[in-house]
């Protein structure tokens, strides 16, 4: 999904190493070089990322530490390095590591491979997945497909700085609240004192803020679905937060970081706090689970877990399956919870031990993250960068007090119709 965070590893020495390799329990799936000499041959894999996400280093480390024999080379996306650029030359990598609502793109160019034969050759558990995040994953299989693997699964959470509310004498923010209560606290911390201007809370943009609600941006039939009660919903909630006096709309967590806005939902940033202790410069700040709709209750943003592919066109594709086996096997993700990423593997020992190595979420409301679960994730088309283009466009509107909220709304899915027709048209 969207922003927030991420990470990928390696798998399978020789099955001869390891007795008894069937992943289905929670090990490795047999492979290697079938026992004949004891030595795998060297094979390097390539990694698409489409951002140079911190985990990279944790993945080619891991796998190198893990399976000698295999090298993790990342290829993060960037000028030259668009997927039908790398297509065209013929250089697309072996593996894929992706979010899970933006597929669309390697769909089209028939980059991503069926993993369901190797599952059932290896006897992976399947079952043992985070069952939101393997539903989200399956949407993306029209006949039964199953293009990806989790890795990890994002979060979203309320931050609040403390120093703020100790600074005026209000209470902190609590786990459970709706927004309705959180755009009440809000009031009480907006203020400027001593020249600066302190806003009371940032709900983050039209992404996120619909995001509880599992909206589709276009519908079944290829239309723009703008004008749907949960973003008239998402709508009039941002326009009441960000018209409090006081609480004008700005850059999210950056302004957080600065220590001029009093909360700030958002997905995981536990990395950045984490940075910022290191560096001697740690902010006194705590989390409380995400504010919910009336209309939702108990769910936080849509699930958005960070998954590994393997490329239609690699030629090691056993290989990298191993890798990801390896790397959702219960060894692997005992290490990533532990910096800070939720796993993808339903086990409450691993809850447990989230964050276990980073020195900002001492004393930290840990618990926070756990206490709401995914909403379920829409289903994403190509087209729902252009609807969701319109959207943010109409929330300025909005909040330039240009147009209401229902006229905004229904500008906005007639302009996205027009753009996703001119599309269509091009093909």
């Known amino acids: 999904m969207k922003r927030l965070t991420c990470t990928v590893l390696l798998a399978a020495l020789a099955c001869a190493v390891q007795a008894g390799c069937g992943q289905g329990s929670g090990q490795e799936p047999s492979g290697g070089d079938g026992g004949k000499t004891g030595v795998s041959e060297p094979v390097t894999l390539t990694l698409y990322m489409p951002a140079a996400f911190p985990i990279k280093d944790y993945i080619v480390s891991a796998v190198k530490k893990k399976y000698p024999h295999i090298t993790i080379e990342p290829i993060v996306r960037g000028a030259g390095k668009q997927p039908e650029e790398l297509l065209a030359a013929g250089t697309f990598p072996d593996m894929i590591y992706q979010s899970t609502p933006w597929y669309a793109e390697l769909l089209d160019l028939n980059l991503l491979y069926d993993l369901n034969a190797l599952v059932q050759k290896h006897k992976y558990d399947l079952n043992k997945l985070d069952p939101l995040a393997m539903d989200a994953i399956k949407m993306w299989g029209a006949k039964g497909e199953v293009y990806a693997i989790p890795f990890y699964r994002n979060f979203g959470v309320l931050y609040y700085n403390k120093d703020i509310f100790d600074k005026f004498g209000v209470p902190y923010p609590k786990d459970g609240m709706t927004w309705d209560e959180a755009a009440d606290i809000a009031r009480k911390v907006a203020r400027t004192d001593g020249g600066t201007e302190y806003r009371g809370l940032d709900a983050s943009g039209t992404y996120e803020g619909v995001s509880q609600l599992s909206a589709a941006f276009v519908d079944a039939s290829g239309k723009a679905n703008l004008q749907a009660e949960p973003f008239v919903t998402m709508m009039n909630n941002l326009a009441r937060i960000y018209t409090i006096p006081g609480n004008k709309r700005g850059a999210n967590m950056q302004d957080f970081y600065k220590g001029t806005v009093a909360m700030s939902a958002f997905w ?29 209750p108990g769910r936080s943003y849509q699930v958005d877990s960070h998954n590994l592919s393997i490329s239609s066109l690699s030629k090691h594709k056993e290989e990298a399956f191993r890798v990801i086996a390896y790397l959702t096997s219960k060894e692997a993700q005992s290490e990533i919870v532990k910096d800070g990423y939720v796993s993808a593997l339903v086990d409450p020992d691993l809850e447990k031990a989230f964050g276990a190595n980073l020195q900002s979420l001492k004393g930290k409301n840990v618990e926070a993250i756990f206490k709401l679960k995914s909403a379920p994730l829409y289903k994403v088309t190509k087209d729902d960068p252009i609807a969701q283009e319109f959207l943010g466009k109409a929330l300025d509107e909005v909040l330039a007090g240009r147009k209401d909220v229902n006229t905004a709304l229904r500008d906005a899915n007639e302009l996205a119709n027009q753009k996703i027709e001119q599309r269509k048209g091009k093909q």
């Open 268 to 296: 995981n940033v536990i990395g950045n706090f984490e940075d910022m202790h290191k560096k001697g410069t740690p902010m006194n700040w705590d989390m409380v689970s995400l504010p919910t709709y009336k209309q939702a």
